[in-house]
């Protein structure tokens, strides 16, 4: 018993103080690196708690998907830093005084906190042998709490709608795609069988291009007036 609470005690203080670095690193790469590092010390305390399912969907999710996706989007966008922190002193009162509310908001959260009385009972509680957690979160999720779990999934599939009518931008050099054109096209315009000998290149055969349909030109011809 000893080794798990070592090991437990160990990666807490890594988990801390990755988190810590998130908030005060410099560099916003650094910090979605200290995020990675401590996704993967919470999902080893998973581990150590029983939780294998939390512990994977962490690693799998939070670290493969949306930390990664963090990371390419701070290192792709380019965000002068300089100009960002340039207004620190002049919201320093605002950010300071709702600081102040949050922490006192905890203070009183902590303050009120009750454990249940049938906590204790609950944790001596034998489990059934004959089910892995997996299963068991499975059947909670899926059989008493399937409505809250639907609901949850309609309101993520409203926001990323939102989002990328937001974000929508129709441009008028953008190449639409027209179904119509597409479903017409017959073998003899995208399909040429060439006989070539062998060794020859681009030298001797040349580019071989799709026919162009009439709808397409004046597309390409703005195409080629814009640059």
């Not at 790469?29 to 962490?58: D, K, P, Q, R």
């Not at 062998?198 to 799709?210: K, L, N, Q, T, Y």
Request: no cysteine; proline share 4%; charged share 15%.
């Amino acid at each position: 018993m000893i080794i798990p609470i070592v090991f437990f005690y160990l990666f807490a203080a890594v988990l801390l103080a990755s988190a810590t670095m998130v908030v005060l690193s410099r560099n916003p790469v650094h910090s979605v690196l200290f995020l990675i590092l401590a996704f993967f010390n919470a999902a080893a305390l998973f581990l150590i708690a029983g939780a294998e399912f939390l512990a994977m969907i962490l690693v799998i999710v939070y670290v493969g998907a949306v930390a990664v996706l963090f990371l390419f989007v701070v290192m792709m966008l380019d965000v002068d830093f300089a100009q960002l922190r340039s207004g620190f002193q002049r919201y320093l009162p605002i950010g300071a005084t709702v600081g102040v509310v949050l922490f006192v908001e905890l203070l009183l959260v902590f303050g009120t906190w009750q454990f249940a009385p049938q906590a204790a009972t609950l944790r001596r509680s034998p489990t059934p042998a004959n089910i892995t957690n997996t299963e068991a979160l499975g059947r909670l999720i899926y059989t008493d709490y399937i409505l809250l779990f639907q609901l949850a999934g309609l309101v993520l599939l409203v926001a990323m709608i939102g989002a990328i009518v937001l974000t929508l931008r129709d441009r008028k050099t953008s190449r639409h795609q027209d179904i119509r054109i597409q479903t017409e096209r017959t073998v003899s315009k995208t399909l040429e069988m060439v006989e070539m000998s062998i060794g020859a290149g681009v030298r001797d055969i040349g580019f071989f291009r799709p026919e162009v349909a009439e709808e397409e030109e004046p597309l390409e011809e703005e195409d080629h007036h814009g640059h």
